[in-house]
C-alpha cells in the first residue's frame, strides 16, 4: 500500500523517477496487489513522459484486469467528474462485470472528437488535466493551497460555455463540485478537469477580510474562487444560480474539431439487397491553408456504441468551384439501415478539421415506388469532375451555396417503378423551385383579402419555378436516373427550397423529397472568399 502511494505521491509531484522505482518494486514484491491500479499508475507515469500510445495501451490493459476481478474503481474513480447524471444512473444499473466494462469503452469513444483516428485525444486529454489538477488543486492529499499560474497567456478564447457537447446522448454533469473522489480536487481542480487551463487567471485579494481570490476566464464565462483566512484550499464563490453559469454545467475539449469553412452534405441512394449506399460531399477552400500535398478525406461509419463498421478514404481534388478554387472530394459508404454515427475528416496536415454527427438511416421500400437523396453541383465537363453516383457531367457543391446567376445542376434516383402491360414505366415528374421566406403562423391561415400578405405572395410566385413532364423509362431500366439545369439568372438571391414530386402512372403511388440551397449576391461570394 505504502509503495502504491508513493509512487503516485511522486508522480503528482513531478518526480517521475521515483515514481517508476515504487512501481517497479510493487510490481516485483507485490505484484498481485491492486494490480489494476498499478497498471493504470504506470500508464499515466508513461503519459507524463508524452508516450500516449502506451498510455493508452496500459489504460485498456487496466480495463481488461479489472473486468477479470470485477473492480473498477480506480478507473471509474477517474470519469467520475465528468460523468453526466444518465450516465451515472446507467452505471449504478449494470451488474456484470463485461457490462461495466463496454460502459467504459462507450463512454470514452463518445467523448472522442476524433473517432477515425486510432488515438483517443479526449482519454489522453483528460488524464493530462487530471495529473495537472492533482499537481496543482487537490488538497489536503498532496499539499497546501497554492495559487494559479496564468495558463491562457496568449490563448485564443476557444472554450464556449453555452455549446453543448456535440451529439451526445445524455444530459451534461450537475453544476455540483461536492463528487466524491480519491483525489479531494478543489472547486478548481474541477472546473479545470472538465474545462481544461483559462484563457487567462485573474488574482487579487480582499482589502477588509484579508482572503485571496481568483477569476478564471474562459471567453465570456468566468469562475471566481477564494481561498479563506487559515484555509488550506480555495472554494467557489456563488455567482447565481446553475441556469446563469451554463459553463459549469459541461465539458470542454481543446483538440481539433470541424473548421468554420469545412463544407459538407450527403445523399442515400439504393444499393443491392437491403443496403443503402451514401455519398458525402465535403469541400474546403484553397486559400484558408496550404496544405504539403493533396488533403486526403475521410468518412467512417459507426454503431452506437462507436465500434466502426465502415469507412471510406478518397484524395481531394483542387477544383475551381464558382468563383473559389476548393479541395473537394467524393466518399461513398454502404449500410443497412438503422441508427449510426458518423465522422468526415479533410486530412489539411497539419490540420484536420473534423465534423461528427449521429445519423439514421431509413429502408428504401421493397415494393414501391422511392427517390433517391438529390446531388447539388454545377455542370461541368465529364472527364474533368469528380466521380460520384452521376453519370452525368457535373461537379458537387458541399456547400450548397451557389452564386446568383450560375447554373445549378440537379440529380437524383427513382426507384421501384412499376410496368404497365407493355413493359413501359411511366410516370409524372414535378419540379418546383421556390424562395423559402419567414413569415408570422397568422399570415400562413389565409390571405383574408390582405393587400401587404397578396403582394408578398406575387413576390414569393416571382421567385418560384415550377416544371412538369410527364415521362417513360426504358423496358429493362429499373434504376431512373434524372438530371436537369436550372438557370438562377433571373431568381434573387436568397435560400431556396427544391421539391421533387414523381407519381407512378401505373398504380397512382406519390413520393416526393425536398432539399434546400441558397443563392447568395456576387459581391457577398467575393467577399467571403477574401476571407479565406
Known amino acids: 500500500m505504502e509503495l502504491l502511494s508513493g509512487a503516485r505521491y511522486s508522480l503528482v509531484n513531478g518526480n517521475r523517477p521515483g515514481a517508476r522505482l515504487a512501481l517497479e518494486q510493487l510490481s516485483t514484491r507485490f505484484p498481485g496487489f491492486r494490480h489494476s491500479e498499478r497498471v493504470l499508475l504506470t500508464a499515466r507515469w508513461q503519459l507524463a513522459g508524452n508516450d500516449s500510445s502506451s498510455f493508452e495501451q496500459g489504460y485498456f490493459e487496466a480495463l481488461e484486469i479489472s473486468t477479470r476481478n470485477d473492480n473498477?474503481?480506480?478507473?471509474?474513480?477517474?470519469?467520475?467528474?465528468?460523468?453526466?447524471?444518465?450516465?451515472?444512473?446507467?452505471?449504478?444499473?449494470?451488474?456484470?462485470?463485461?457490462?461495466?466494462?463496454?460502459?467504459?469503452?462507450?463512454?470514452?469513444?463518445?467523448?472522442?472528437?476524433?473517432p477515425i483516428s486510432p488515438e483517443n485525444s479526449r482519454l489522453v486529454t483528460h488524464y493530462n488535466r487530471l495529473l495537472e489538477a492533482q499537481s496543482n488543486y487537490s488538497s489536503p492529499v498532496y499539499g497546501q493551497a497554492r495559487l494559479s499560474r496564468n495558463h491562457?497567456?496568449?490563448?485564443?478564447?476557444?472554450?464556449?460555455?453555452?455549446?453543448?457537447?456535440?451529439?451526445f446522448p445524455f444530459a451534461q454533469p450537475k453544476p455540483e463540485f461536492k463528487r466524491p473522489s480519491s483525489y479531494q480536487l478543489d472547486p478548481r481542480g474541477l472546473v479545470f478537469l472538465r474545462h481544461g487551463p483559462p484563457v487567462r487567471v485573474v488574482q487579487g485579494s480582499s482589502s477588509t477580510t484579508g482572503k485571496e481570490d481568483e477569476t478564471w476566464l474562459y471567453g465570456n464565462s468566468s469562475f471566481t474562487f477564494e481561498n479563506p483566512q487559515g484555509s488550506d484550499t480555495f472554494v467557489t464563490v456563488p455567482a447565481g444560480s446553475a441556469e446563469d453559469r451554463p459553463g459549469i454545467n459541461g465539458e470542454t475539449d481543446s483538440t481539433e474539431s470541424g473548421d468554420k469553412y469545412q463544407r459538407y452534405y450527403a445523399a442515400e441512394f439504393k444499393a443491392t439487397g437491403d443496403s443503402v449506399e451514401l455519398e458525402f460531399y465535403q469541400s474546403f477552400p484553397v486559400h484558408s491553408l496550404n496544405p504539403v500535398a493533396a488533403p486526403g478525406a475521410v468518412v467512417a461509419l459507426f454503431d452506437t456504441s462507436w465500434n466502426q463498421v465502415a469507412i471510406s478514404r478518397v484524395p481531394a481534388r483542387r477544383m475551381v468551384v464558382g468563383p473559389d478554387t476548393l479541395w473537394v472530394a467524393v466518399n461513398s459508404l454502404k449500410a443497412l439501415p438503422g441508427a449510426y454515427y458518423y465522422a468526415l475528416r479533410m486530412d489539411l496536415a497539419p490540420h484536420h478539421p473534423?465534423?461528427?454527427?449521429?445519423?439514421?438511416?431509413?429502408?428504401?421500400?421493397?415494393?414501391?415506388?422511392?427517390?433517391?437523396?438529390?446531388?447539388?453541383?454545377h455542370p461541368?465537363?465529364?472527364?474533368?469532375?469528380?466521380?460520384?453516383?452521376?453519370?452525368?457531367?457535373?461537379?458537387?457543391?458541399?456547400?450548397?451555396?451557389?452564386?446568383?446567376?450560375?447554373?445549378?445542376?440537379?440529380?437524383?434516383?427513382?426507384?421501384?417503378?412499376?410496368?404497365?402491360?407493355?413493359?413501359?414505366?411511366?410516370?409524372?415528374?414535378?419540379?418546383?423551385?421556390?424562395?423559402?421566406?419567414?413569415?408570422?403562423?397568422?399570415?400562413?391561415?389565409?390571405?383574408?383579402?390582405?393587400a401587404k400578405l397578396l403582394k408578398r405572395w406575387a413576390e414569393n410566385r416571382s421567385n418560384s419555378r415550377i416544371f412538369s413532364f410527364d415521362r417513360q423509362a426504358g423496358n429493362k431500366q429499373k434504376i431512373i436516373s434524372e438530371y436537369f439545369n436550372v438557370d438562377t439568372s433571373d431568381l434573387e438571391p436568397g435560400s431556396y427550397s427544391l421539391l421533387l414530386e414523381v407519381e407512378d402512372q401505373v398504380t397512382g403511388e406519390l413520393r416526393d423529397v425536398t432539399w434546400f440551397f441558397d443563392l447568395i449576391e456576387p459581391a457577398k461570394v467575393q467577399s467571403l472568399k477574401s476571407r479565406f
Open 72 to 114: 473498477f474503481a480506480a478507473l471509474f474513480d477517474d470519469l467520475r467528474p465528468i460523468i453526466a447524471p444518465r450516465e451515472a444512473q446507467q452505471w449504478e444499473e449494470l451488474e456484470s462485470p463485461a457490462a461495466k466494462a463496454s460502459f467504459i469503452i462507450i463512454f470514452w469513444r463518445s467523448r472522442d472528437p476524433d
Open 354 to 377: 473534423v465534423i461528427r454527427k449521429s445519423l439514421g438511416i431509413a429502408q428504401f421500400a421493397a415494393d414501391s415506388i422511392n427517390l433517391s437523396g438529390i446531388i447539388f453541383g
Open 380 to 450: 461541368l465537363d465529364r472527364d474533368n469532375t469528380i466521380s460520384n453516383r452521376s453519370s452525368e457531367g457535373m461537379l458537387p457543391r458541399p456547400s450548397l451555396i451557389f452564386n446568383n446567376g450560375e447554373v445549378v445542376s440537379v440529380y437524383f434516383e427513382i426507384y421501384g417503378l412499376k410496368p404497365n402491360r407493355d413493359g413501359e414505366r411511366k410516370y409524372h415528374e414535378i419540379i418546383i423551385i421556390s424562395k423559402v421566406t419567414s413569415q408570422d403562423p397568422e399570415e400562413e391561415k389565409s390571405f383574408s383579402g390582405d
Open 152 to 167: 491562457g497567456a496568449g490563448q485564443s478564447p476557444r472554450f464556449d460555455p453555452t455549446a453543448p457537447l456535440a451529439d
